[in-house]
């Protein structure tokens, strides 16, 4: 059976994984991380298909990435992923990301477990049937917290497509990176993502609209999203100047 302690993936960097910027897009960071966990998970004998036939499945409700280079097309990336236990009813994991002997990111993550059907909150103890320690490397500090904001200007919206949904259904995790892309107030050109929290509140499903809301000042943004069921996702960032940096 695999290492319980972490998982190591190979990655290389795909043309229509890059941005106008010739750099890594966020949403191709994010959705490295959901296949990295996933081949972790499967190594163990508990992947997607054996959890969902269980009635089970996770789903990301937090998301904090630190960047300190996003690679370039082609370049050839190692991640390194790592079960950071329990803290209250979220699984946390986090993530390396490394080129050549360089560090290049850092992703922390926490998720739950759900019913597959209802997506109802399940306890960490569920998870025990399988006999698998959610904390082999002890309990992070590292703890993400929900993202406070006042009321934000309206930016505009962005309507769920079939193409946006993943295999529960819903607008999948790594989307948000694009919609955070999108919606970033005067644009990402000419601007490079140090640091970015996304925190996923409700699913959007199909045909549903998210009416998004947000400002920058000074680097700091800030973002939020609405769709029918009140607060979609909100996010936090920090962003530099490339002339600058």
């Known amino acids: 059976m695999a290492d319980i302690r972490q998982y190591e993936n190979q ?7 890059v941005d106008a910027q010739s750099e890594m897009k966020l949403s191709t960071m994010l959705r490295i991380c959901q296949e990295t966990s996933e081949k972790h998970l499967a190594a163990m004998g508990v992947g997607y298909e054996k959890l969902k036939a269980d009635g ?11 960047i300190f280079r996003m690679p370039a097309h082609g370049e050839e990336l190692r991640i390194i992923t790592r079960p950071q236990g329990v803290h209250g009813a979220e699984f946390y994991r986090d993530y390396e990301f490394f080129s050549g002997g360089e560090k290049i990111g850092y992703v922390i993550q926490c998720s739950v477990a759900a019913n597959t059907e209802t997506h109802r909150i399940l306890h ?13 490397n002890g309990t992070t500090d590292h703890v993400l917290s929900r ?4 009321e934000l200007p309206f930016l505009g919206e962005r309507v769920i497509r079939y193409s ?6 819903h ?12 919606f970033v107030p005067g644009g990402m050109l000419g601007k490079k993502l140090n640091r970015v929290q996304i925190n996923f509140v409700n699913e959007s499903l199909l045909g549903e609209t998210i009416q998004i809301f947000g400002q920058e000042k000074e680097g700091k943004v800030l973002l939020y999203g609405e769709n029918s069921k009140g607060r979609a996702f909100e996010a936090s960032a920090e962003l530099v100047d490339r002339k600058k940096s």
């Open 147 to 150: 993202i406070k904001s006042e």
């Open 164 to 169: 946006d949904l993943d295999y529960n259904g």
């Open 124 to 136: 960490p103890r569920k998870f025990a049937v399988y006999g698998l320690d959610p904390s082999p």
């Open 11 to 17: 990655w290389r960097v795909a043309t229509f994984e």
């Open 56 to 66: 089970m499945v996770f789903l990301i409700t937090k998301s904090e990435s630190t």
């Open 171 to 182: 607008l999948n995790n790594a989307i948000y990176g694009d919609i955070f892309y999108d």
